[in-house]
């Protein structure tokens, strides 16, 4: 008796209520190719915001005389998978870049001789001095690790990111 009155006072077609009309689908297919096209946008949007300096943990990297000139060591900052290079210069200065490309993070190695990094996937190449791009694909410079140069070692403070002019 209840079921009866159930669908007396509730009367459902199952057959037709499990149909999908072309209005609905069309409706729903719009507002998942428009969700689609706003979450692309907006990730296009969050790229292009600037973003200069962020701050990490005080790392030691190294004594202060343990990169003789022309030399380098590796290191990770700021995570163990984020693979760096400390670079010291002809001319006795110091500089830190990220070891990933910008083009397809391949690592890049230091080529004392032509003083530039270069990424054996693609012939890229990027300045020694500065991380800009020499040649190649990449499409912007290395990030280069923020330094600072003690009495007692070498640490890394942050990492800067570059846009090139």
Known sequence: MIDKKLQDDFPVDWEEDNYVSRREFLKYLTLGSGLLAAGSAAVAVWSTIPRSER?????????????????????????????????????????????????????????????????????????????????????????????????DGIYATGVKLVKEA
């Open 55 to 151: 701050q990490f943990e005080t790392v030691k990297i190294a004594e202060a005389d343990a990169v003789r000139p022309n030399g380098f060591i590796l290191f990770s900052y700021p995570r163990k998978e984020d693979l760096c290079m400390l670079i010291r210069l002809g001319d006795g200065q110091y500089v830190a870049y990220s070891r990933r490309c910008t083009h397809l993070s391949c690592p890049v190695e230091y080529q004392p001789k032509e003083q530039r990094l270069y990424c054996p996937c693609h012939n890229g190449a990027f300045s020694a001095s500065d991380g800009k791009v020499l040649q190649g694909p990449p499409p912007r410079p290395l990030p280069h690790i923020v330094l600072d140069i003690r009495s």
